[in-house]
Structure formats: C-alpha cells, structure tokens
C-alpha cells in the first residue's frame, strides 16, 4: 500500500511568487492534515481536513496560504505570494477517521525555499 | 493549552550505548502520546505511541517508552543504539483521540559515534 506522498520534495522559489505544494493521503484516510516546519523550530499544525471539509484551520499563518482538497482526495497548499518566512519543510499527514486510537501517516515533507 | 518539551535539542551517543530522550508534556487530561523518528531525507515514522494500558509501550527498532502521569512525562528509551539509530525524535501529543492535530516537541537530534 503507498504512503502518503508529497509533491515536490523540493522548491526554490523567489519572494512574491506563487507555489503550490500537493499530497496524496492514503487511500481511504478520511483526515488528512498539513504541518509546517520552519528551521529550528517545532512542527507546527496548520489544517486539518476531514474529507473535503476543513475541520481546523486554525494553525494557518496568514491568508496568503490557501488549501483544498476537491473531492476529499488529495490536497493542495498554496502560498501567493510567498515571503521569506514561508520557507521551511511542509508536512502532509492522513489517518483513519475510526478507530480514535489510531495514528497519523507522515509524507516525506516539501522543502520550500523562498528566497 | 497542549504543549510539549524536549529538553534535549542534540544528543551524541556510542555505538551500543544505552538512550533516553526525554519529553514531558502539558495538558490536562490524558493524553494520546507519540514519538516519530526523522532519518535524513525520510518523513516522520511512528515508533510507537501510548493511548490507554499498560505505561510501558514497546516500538520498533527496538525503542520503549514509558508513561508517567505524575511526572507528565513520556521519555523514549532504547538500551543499545546502532548507528542506524542517528536521526532526529519526535514527542508528540494529541488530545482526544490519536485523529486529532499534533502538538510537536521541538525534535532530539541523535547522533551515533563509533
């Protein structure tokens, strides 16, 4: 069975332009989150998705970062414009929505470099 | 509010030498409790994780860690390390259930000596 996966693993972009990252959960995993790690700091929540809905979006730093997920499939985070804060390494996660005592599948994270 | 607490940023350790990582938490019910394992270049891997039962829960790799409500702590522990082991850990907590968002620790970066 794949795991989460995230695209692209890598990104360099200059400030002020537009990236978008994706993830594909595993299959049937009706959550699905994003998290964010800037350089020397803890992992830090941003949003939670229960199939297409958002169920938290309260970790989300700005409205410059918007995320989707159509169809409750994969999901996609977009920073426009970026800025120079953004950069860090982008984390996607999904899980069961039953059993509670389950655990959340990591993807291997999105280095996004603004610069 | 949750918080986490990984007091240790580096560790450096031999080869067959024994480990502790430690982290406590903060909240105030029970807690679903987790360590995550970050080789270079890989994503987050579950070692194991603690919801209800028994305090002390093993993991793979070898690694346990052990619950300990009056301390809030849930400190990581593996009695020998290889060299596979360097890689940065984890602590992570959730509330209600192990579905909800993560708080993170800020990670224990591992390094492993001959």
């Known amino acids: 069975e794949a795991g989460v996966t995230q695209f692209p693993s890598h990104s360099v972009i200059e400030k002020g332009q537009t990236v978008t990252l994706r993830c594909d959960p595993i299959s049937g995993h009706d959550n699905l989150y994003w998290y964010r790690r800037v350089m020397g700091k803890e992992i830090k929540f941003l949003l939670h998705f229960v199939k297409e809905s958002k169920q938290d979006e309260s970790g989300m730093p700005n409205n410059r970062f918007l995320a989707e997920r159509t169809g409750g499939t994969y999901s996609t985070l977009k920073v426009q414009p970026a800025e120079l804060e953004d950069s860090g390494v982008y984390f996607c996660a999904s899980s069961q929505a039953y059993p509670s005592d389950t655990e959340a599948f990591f993807g291997q994270g999105t280095r996004l470099t603004v610069v | 509010a949750q918080s986490v607490t990984q007091p240790d940023i580096h560790i450096t350790v031999s080869e067959g030498a024994s480990l502790e990582l430690r982290c406590n938490y903060s909240?105030?019910?029970?807690?679903?409790l987790f360590w995550y394992v970050q080789s270079p270049g890989q994503g987050l891997q579950l070692l194991l994780k603690?919801?209800?039962?028994?305090?002390l829960v093993q993991g793979i790799k070898g690694f346990e860690a052990e619950f300990k409500r009056s301390q809030s702590s849930f400190n990581l522990r593996k009695p020998s390390v290889h060299w596979s082991d360097a890689a940065e850990y984890f602590c992570a907590v959730g509330a209600t259930s192990g579905n909800t968002p993560l708080v993170f620790g800020k990670g224990t970066r591992l390094s492993v000596i001959a």
């Open positions: 909240y105030g019910a029970t807690p679903y």
């Open positions: 603690y919801f209800s039962g028994d305090t």
